[in-house]
């Protein structure tokens, strides 16, 4: 109970957590963006009665009392929001807005709220309830003069954050239990997910071979490994601070880092080689929380 | 009292995510979802490893079975959570990681046609030159919709976006008297069939129609 207690007390400096609503704001508005674009706003959130394929007689739906076309208001007020939150403006205000709205987009249409917007809506209540916006933001410079002021907040979000994070990729990776993933799949996933076009930027004609397949087969088996094993990232730094000869080596060489760093990797390999809109974008915006402010360790160690 | 309340919430929330992120599937599951042949080649695809180890099992038990530990799984998995449904729904604090749990080994190919003096004309084509409404259904907002929409238990999700979708072609298409939306499912082609240029294999043909003057 008292470790339980101590993980989640202490102050840090505000700048990971600062860094995380930035970037998670910026990566929402460029999707935002998109999503008006494309013309994406009516079959989303739009009502059958306004043109849209939301079942306007739904009686769970507090905007389609407010609006007849609550498109339009969730779009505008998701866009404020973030637009407030990113440049740290009334930020706790904001993010509780944005989360709000984003709950209401998923009832609206729960087919078309994706994996990562649950991820993001996640983070941002833990965003709300923390000091993220005391640096790095408008009202920070309005507050003391300086935009980045050095200011420390409760520890406890960040970490949190992490534990979000660790619960993501090891429950995505444990379901993913389709033979494909499996040696008596052929380690097959990639080559099936490349060739998917719901999905794909473009068919891997490089694959069409055997040492194109084999390659990847390996980022498969590779994939499931590292989420398998990704609470090495919460582990491994807790393991560090034991005063043993284990404890000393992982200190010393801090392999949680290889975990991240491969987690960077994944993510662009999948903003390169699948369309998956803001997911890969989104991710990263979170992994600043990774990154303990103290400079000690990622993970739950700065204790 | 502060601090206790915030120990608390944590507690609470943590629970919660883990609970929720425990495997699961994600609404009761009907005999149409097991039907689907992604999910079909699955099931039989871990009955013929069981038999290589020893076991007998028999096709249409096995997904007899899969259906029933599901819908048990998410009936029990629903009695524990129901006292935070508040909390998860007004939220919107789900924990559903069920990323390319089984890739689609059953693609759908998906296109938008108008009929015109009786004839049918392709006007958009995933892949292929064919453009009209590439921006939202090329890009990933519009592929996720006709990749949720195009699972065969998904028929009033595809009824209502095939609609909408045919009312908009036929919106920009003043000389066409119809439209419909088709969701092609093809068998994709292992590597050496692709090298071979084997040609894809529709499985399965499902299209919404509209015709003009209709309500969509």
């Known amino acids: ?303 | 009292m502060k601090r206790a309340l915030r120990d608390a919430w944590i507690a609470a929330h943590v629970t919660l995510i883990t609970f929720m992120a425990l495997p699961a599937v994600s609404r009761p599951v009907s005999k149409s979802d097991i039907w689907d042949p992604t999910v079909r080649a699955e099931i039989v695809g871990w009955a013929s490893t069981l038999r290589r180890h020893g076991y007998r099992p028999n096709n249409d038990r096995v997904i007899e079975g899969v259906w029933e530990v599901a819908n048990l799984a998410h009936k029990g998995r629903a009695v524990v959570l129901a006292p935070f449904d508040p909390y998860s729904r007004w939220l919107g604090t789900w924990q559903a990681w069920r990323m390319f749990v089984a890739p689609q080994r059953f693609p759908v190919r998906f296109s938008v046609e108008v009929q015109v003096q009786g004839l049918w004309r392709v006007v958009y084509r995933d892949v292929g030159p064919e453009s009209w409404g590439a921006d939202l259904l090329r890009g990933e907002r519009g592929r996720s919709l006709v990749f949720s929409t195009g699972w065969t238990g998904a028929q009033m999700g595809r009824e209502r976006f095939g609609r909408w979708l045919a009312n908009e072609v036929l919106g920009d298409h003043p000389e066409a008297t119809a439209a419909r939306v088709r969701y092609q499912r093809v068998a994709l082609r292992p590597p050496a069939d692709v090298i071979a240029g084997t040609p894809e294999r529709v499985t399965d043909d499902v299209s919404v129609m509209l015709l003009r003057g209709e309500a969509p």
């Open chain 1, 1 to 303: 109970m008292k470790t339980w207690l101590r993980w989640w007390s202490g102050d840090e400096p505000a700048q990971s957590l600062a860094l995380v609503r930035v970037l998670v704001g910026l990566a929402v508005l460029s999707d935002l963006a998109t999503m008006a674009w494309v013309g994406a706003l009516g079959p989303a959130w739009s009502l059958t009665t306004s043109g849209g394929i939301v079942d306007a007689t739904r009686k769970d739906l507090p905007l389609v009392a407010m609006a007849s076309d609550p498109a339009l208001l969730l779009w505008g007020t998701m866009v404020a929001s973030a637009l407030a939150f990113t440049v740290g403006w009334g930020s706790r205000a904001a993010l509780v807005v944005f989360g709000l709205a984003s709950a209401q987009s998923a009832l609206h249409y729960p087919m078309g709220d994706r994996a990562i917007d649950m991820l993001l809506r996640n983070a941002i209540w833990i965003l709300a309830a923390s000091g993220c916006g005391a640096t790095l933001s408008l009202s920070a410079r309005l507050r003391s003069g300086t935009w980045m002021p050095a200011v420390e907040v409760p520890a406890w979000p960040r970490r949190l954050l992490v534990l979000q994070l660790v619960v993501m990729y090891f429950t995505a990776g444990v379901q993913k239990f389709g033979l494909l993933w499996m040696p008596m799949g052929d380690f097959a996933a990639l080559y099936v997910i490349l060739h998917d076009w719901g999905v794909t930027r473009a068919i891997p004609t490089w694959a069409h071979n055997p040492v194109g397949f084999f390659v990847l087969q390996l980022g498969t088996a590779s994939t499931l490994i590292w989420q398998w094993t990704y609470p090495v990232v919460l582990v491994a730094p807790a393991l560090a601070r034991q005063p043993t000869p284990w404890g000393r080596w992982l200190a010393r060489w801090r392999p949680e880092r290889a975990w991240v760093a491969l987690g960077v990797v994944f993510h662009l390999g999948i903003a390169a080689t699948l369309d998956l809109g803001l997911f890969p974008w989104g991710m990263l915006a979170l992994y600043p929380a990774l990154w303990d402010p103290r400079g000690q360790a990622t993970g739950l160690r700065g204790t």
